[in-house]
């Protein structure tokens, strides 16, 4: 589909700082901040426990963030690979080492960090689809020898991540993986028949499933079924969001909030809290650095003259705005709560990591959009 071809890039560090996307970079910093300050809300006003966690984990995974943009994008290419089977390995262990908390085993303890490397497939599968698309020829993408390995590449730690069980993480990385591929050309067909499959099988599927996860589903189906139980969060959430009005409550004067009706409120709902407090127009604020972000690794994609760069660009503008879209769309009631972190904004230090990680990347293919890969 994307037509390899480049000039050979030999950047000084000056020449390297001058190429960072400014834009990209002021709406991630400003999105970082705000963050911290919605934390801090979290914490009653106090500067306590998940407020300094989370103002120290951002500022060290932002340094990350440069450091991983100054990599060539060539060693991105050579190491996707080697990332994707290490965070499969990673996947492996957690199912016999992993720490299990709310009846889920998803973390590793690394003693300074409580790893879930579910986060992590979420980069590693979308940069070894990248690499793996730039290699084969795009009249070669609809041959069945070629659509075995992306497939079992992708079917293999979905599969690993629904056992932990994580089913909302696992679509996440389904995500991105069938980004990738679309982009690469896969005819329609094939998607068409993997939905056919997919829904003949998913009365299957729905026996497998946890209480909980069964529990949430009929409680999107009817938020009133049980609105003291299962239906308790997405309806304190409505309420939460519904509440803060155009201009919201203020800094510090979410009453869902400070009176404890929200759960999870530093987590996944995070954006609950920030909509309470600051009305329609805050979080009109916070959409548009989101899609600020998601435009500017879409033009990072657009300049980028390989292949490589342009199937990881394009795939992780896809999968953060995908990201973004779950969580807002599950506290506000339009899809089932699946567990799915708001990038940079909700507490979690794997997210957090993936998320700069992946950035970090789409920067560094901006900065050597001129390289010769492969």
Known sequence: MFKPGAIVSRLTFRDKVFSLDIILIVSILLLGIISCFAMYSTDGGEFAYHTKSHIVRFFIFFLLFFVVSFFSSTFWYNSSTIFYLIVLVLLISVKYFGLTSSGSQRWLN?????????EL????????????????????????????????????????????????TSVLIAVGGIAVIWLAGVKMQFFAYLGIIFLSTAPVVISFLKPYQKSRILTFLDPSRDPLGAGYQITQSKIAIGSGGLFGKGFLNGSQSYLDYLPEKHTDFIFTLFSEEFGF????????????????????????RGSFGKFYCYSFATAF???????????????????????????????????????????SCGIHKDQVIG
């Open 110 to 118: 690394l003693y300074f960090l409580n790893l879930q490397p579910s």
């Open 121 to 168: 497939m979420k980069i590693g599968l979308i940069l070894f689809l990248a690499k793996y698309y730039h290699r084969i020829s795009s009249t070669d993408v609809n041959r069945l020898r070629y659509l075995l390995q992306p497939l079992i590449a992708l079917i293999a730690p979905v599969l690993l991540v629904v056992i932990q069980p994580d089913l909302g």
């Open 281 to 304: 127009f805050g979080s009109i604020s916070i959409l548009t650095l989101y899609m600020l972000i998601t435009w500017r690794i879409v033009s990072i994609g657009n300049m980028v």
């Open 321 to 363: 705005f995908i990201y973004v879209a779950v969580n807002m769309g599950m506290v506000l009631g339009l899809i089932p709560i699946v567990g799915a972190p708001l990038p940079i904004l909700s507490y979690g230090g794997s997210s957090m990591m993936a998320i700069m990680l992946g950035l970090g990347i789409a920067m």
